[in-house]
């Protein structure tokens, strides 16, 4: 079977950013697309020039701050409006001066669109849209076509939709894609569709671009792509209008991985700019989403002892997405939990050892536990050393609109009392500047711990209340090596407090096993 090499266009700066409740600033974009040039990325939609100040700005920086590699740089924008020519729309004109070498235009493909929306002709339609396409092209830019609504049209009138993308290939356009833009085609239609317009026009290279409002925006790329479609428009984690564009970081390893085609594109770093892009637009991923972390994760018992004798739970090895195995320990482990558990600390137990069980029983009662607290259990069990330091019930943390937030630390090292204040951005911040400020008095190492992900997790609907119980999870990194802390507490500041201190002890406690 001959190898399939698929064009890989991102559009999560433009058509992303239209995410309901999300907001990018002209930094964040600038750090996304540099993210993206960095993995190779084909094509890089940055946004539409003039329509919001972001955009027009992120075009006048880009070129000084961002290395965009072999990644090509597209402004997006609409079809010239009816009746102007060409030359004299303002809009086509602001494209240009994007200076980009790639313009993306949108065209309507459905004659509902046509009528009620541009309120023209089906002709004067196509005329717009070749006279568009002509343009751009004889002003020195390649032009991609964006057929808008192009399955809805085919299905309501298939003529006239082949008409518009004969209309766009007439004018120039190197690739036209086929927009399901209201998300709700179904594999088998996108298929068939595709390949129509494929037999139709055998030498026009085709893309896709779906919406997920259906919840197959995976399904219908894949189908597309089959059908002969050799560009993917997509955004990273899946944010887009309504119910989000087809994610990425999804259809990427599942087409190389799954269907053998091929994109040129680092996917061991797919979690990574996966983790910064929802770092920069605010929006997280569920760490169970396919190919993150949480999909390669084994809690029950039965799996783990299965995975770790090579009985394999995992449907790719976790290495091509950039992860490893990932073995989580709770209520619903046992025995094998406890040696795996073991083993990742450095650590030798054997299943006959009467501490397993005693180790299984409190593992049980803690419900979750993230790195700090699997190396904390332990080492109350197995007795490897002393832990390295106590925060005293003196401690407090006050906030007032007025002075702020303040924290006073009191820790117990070795027998020694030591005592530290701060303010600080918030209650959490201050009291972290205090118990960093106490604890390196003994040990200054503590100031190179960095706080790479906070995240605090409410609990299901039904058990939401005043007395509900909160989980915190914060990622904690230092010398290169990342670990976890996960705390439950009624009080969301306490749970916090515990979460660092508990991250803290980890770090000292593994120097001083190691």
Not at 31 to 57: M, V
Not at 110 to 122: P, R, S
Not at 231 to 240: A, H, I
């Amino acid at each position: 079977m001959k190898e399939r090499f698929i064009k890989i266009y991102d559009t999560t700066l433009r058509d992303g950013a239209q995410t309901p409740g999300l907001t990018l600033t002209t930094g964040n974009k600038l750090k996304i697309a540099q993210k993206l040039a960095d993995l190779g990325f084909h094509y890089i939609e940055g946004g539409w020039p003039g329509a919001n100040p972001t955009d027009s700005e992120f075009f006048k920086r880009i070129k000084q701050e961002v290395d965009l590699n072999n990644s090509t740089l597209a402004a997006f924008g609409m079809t010239g409006r009816i009746g102007i020519k060409a030359e004299d729309d303002e809009g086509l004109q602001t494209l240009l001066n994007s200076q980009t070498g790639l313009i993306t235009i949108f065209g309507k493909s459905w004659m509902d669109h046509v009528k009620y929306a541009l309120k023209t002709t089906g002709t004067k339609n196509l005329d717009t849209i070749f006279r568009t396409v002509e343009f751009l092209r004889k002003s020195g830019r390649d032009v991609f076509y964006d057929a808008e609504h192009f399955f809805d049209g085919y299905k309501s009138n298939p003529n006239y939709a082949l008409e518009a993308i004969r209309a766009a290939k007439m004018g120039g356009a190197r690739v036209v894609i086929l927009c399901d833009t209201n998300g709700g085609s179904i594999p088998e239609f996108i298929y068939k569709t595709t390949k129509h317009v494929k037999e139709a026009f055998p030498k026009l290279p085709l893309g896709i671009h779906v919406h997920n409002d259906g919840g197959l925006a995976t399904v219908n790329t894949l189908a597309a792509v089959q059908a002969g479609a050799s560009q993917v428009q997509g955004t990273v984690n899946g944010v887009g209008e309504r119910a989000g564009n087809v994610d990425l970081c999804i259809f990427m390893p599942t087409a190389e991985f799954k269907y053998g085609f091929k994109t040129g594109i680092d996917l061991t770093r797919i979690n990574e700019l996966s983790d910064y892009v929802a770092k920069h637009n605010g929006f997280p991923v569920p760490t169970n989403a396919p190919y993150r972390k949480g999909s390669l994760t084994h809690k029950g018992g039965v799996h783990v002892s299965a995975q770790e004798r090579g009985a394999t739970y995992e449907h790719i090895d976790p290495r091509l997405v950039g992860i490893s195995s990932h073995f989580e320990h709770s209520d619903q482990g046992g025995g094998a939990n406890i040696i795996s558990m073991a083993q990742k600390h450095g650590l030798k137990l054997d299943k006959g050892d009467p501490k397993v069980k005693i180790l299984v029983d409190k593992m049980k009662q803690k419900q979750i536990l993230g790195d700090a607290q699997e190396l904390l259990l332990l080492n109350e069990v197995l007795c490897l050393k002393d832990i390295e330091f106590t925060v005293l019930p003196s401690s407090k943390t006050e906030t007032s609109k007025i002075e702020g937030a303040k924290a006073l630390i009191d820790v117990s090292i070795e027998g020694k009392i030591f005592h530290a204040q701060a303010s600080g951005n918030g209650g959490l911040n201050a009291y972290d500047i205090a118990l960093r400020a106490a604890l390196s008095e003994k040990y200054p190492e503590v100031f190179e711990i960095k706080l790479v992900d906070y995240r605090v997790v409410l609990p299901p609907l039904e058990e939401l209340g005043t007395d509900a119980l909160v989980e915190v999870y914060v990622e904690l990194s230092a010398d290169g090596n990342n670990w976890t802390s996960r705390t439950r507490n009624v009080d969301q500041q306490l749970a916090s407090q515990d979460a660092l201190v508990e991250g803290y002890q980890y770090f000292l406690l593994k120097n001083a096993h190691e």
